[in-house]
């Protein structure tokens, strides 16, 4: 656990932090730089850089504010969470695991996103799925599973993956073939080595007599960076594929204002939840908070707050948004089945802190904390 800190020690309390962090925000949407100069000094010298949960909060909105000021944003801190390669991977892997199994936020996007395909291929033979990024396959173990478990056997699967590392997508395919082997699960795997950016629904082949489901993990976000225009090609070129659903997994955030300051309040809102999730589910391994915190949330604020143009790429939407959207390229609404409701309530209150919350709304599923909404799932077809 990170040590509390003595009052001589703590700085600013922070109440007193969050008000300079926006009057200095509302200077630099104003472009007042000389007096966000004079707000950032000041706030050097009250930030702990490993105090309490504000405290470090309030160091990453700093550093994020003040590069925005000298406009320094080429180094990899400020590219995003998939732009910067100056992270080891094996360190990304290693504070994933952990985040994985201390908090509940990707379990549930994993078992929901899974229970929406498996209900919709419930009685077929062949079945295609379509990952938009499947990353070192982590959702894919226990889909397998509850598809050899299936009365009258398992389907045949042809899983096509797309990824922009070579290394990423074999260490996923040696494990999922290896996997579906000692299931017996007839199992292919097609990889699409392309950045998700440059990815197009030509490059995947349709086999006649398959029913193809597509799953897209926190990935649409970055899209958005192409310009509505293209984006809703893009949906539309998916939904031109025929997928039997879709199931769209996305941080349930509103970081992606053209205005400056509405996106500044509303990061400050959604990652001051994120910290003091993680901070309470971690307590007891402060080395793993402080790499998670940095790399999973501060690669991001850092971008959505110092950037702008092409170099901004994390641009969370609220599920609101992006249920609009999905309409708008003529996609329907699935309901979320029961199951999948049950699976994700029991997941968060049985095994995590009870400030975990669900909620169900307009059609999809929402993980928070105390009710901010942080991750959402929903499904489409």
Not at 64 to 70: G, H, K
Not at 126 to 149: K, R, S, T, Y
Not at 214 to 226: C, D, E, G
Not at 274 to 285: E, G, P, V
Request: contains cysteine; negative net charge; hydrophobic residues 45%.
């Amino acid at each position: 656990m990170i040590p509390e800190q003595s009052p001589s020690s703590m700085g600013a309390t922070g109440l007193q932090l969050v008000h300079l962090l926006l009057a200095c925000a509302e200077a630099v949407a104003n472009e007042q730089v000389s007096l966000a100069h004079v707000i950032l000094v000041r706030l050097s010298s009250l930030v702990v850089q490993r105090g309490n949960t504000m405290q470090r909060l309030a160091a990453v909105f700093m550093d994020a504010l003040a590069a925005r000021v000298m406009k320094a944003t080429d180094s990899g801190p400020y590219r995003g969470l998939a732009g910067d390669i100056s992270v080891p991977v094996s360190d990304m892997l290693e504070a994933y695991s952990v985040l994985y199994e201390s908090t509940p936020l990707g379990k549930f996007a994993h078992l929901t996103c899974n229970q929406i395909l498996l209900d919709a291929v419930e009685r077929e033979n062949c079945i295609h799925v379509l990952d938009l990024d499947i990353w070192h396959g982590m959702q894919w173990p226990a889909f397998l599973q509850a598809l050899a478990l299936r009365p009258g056997g398992p389907p045949r699967v042809r899983m096509t993956a797309i990824g922009a590392s070579f290394n990423d997508l074999e260490v996923a395919r040696e494990k999922l073939e290896e996997y579906a082997t000692k299931l017996q699960v007839p199992f292919e795997f097609c990889p699409i080595v392309e950045r998700l950016v440059n990815f197009h629904v030509g490059m995947v082949q349709l086999h006649e007599g398959e029913v193809l489901v597509i799953n897209t993990f926190i990935q649409l976000h970055r899209l958005l960076i192409k310009g509505d225009e293209k984006f809703q090609q893009f949906l539309c070129d998916l939904r031109s594929l025929n997928p039997r659903v879709v199931a769209l997994a996305e941080n349930d955030g509103d970081h992606n204002s053209p205005v400056f300051l509405h996106r500044f309040v509303e990061c400050l809102r959604y990652y001051s939840a994120i910290f003091d999730a993680f901070d309470t589910s971690l307590q007891h391994n402060s080395l793993a908070l402080l790499k998670i915190e940095q790399i999973f949330s501060g690669q991001k604020i850092r971008n959505i707050i110092a950037c702008e143009g092409s170099a901004r790429v994390e641009r969370h939407e609220s599920m609101l948004n992006w249920s609009r959207r999905m309409e708008a390229a003529g996609f329907r609404g699935v309901q979320i089945s029961t199951c999948a409701f049950s699976q994700a309530h029991l997941l968060l209150s049985l095994y995590f802190h009870s400030g975990f919350t669900l909620n169900s709304e307009h059609g999809y599923l929402v993980a928070g904390w105390y009710n901010v909404g942080l991750m959402g799932v929903s499904a489409w077809c």
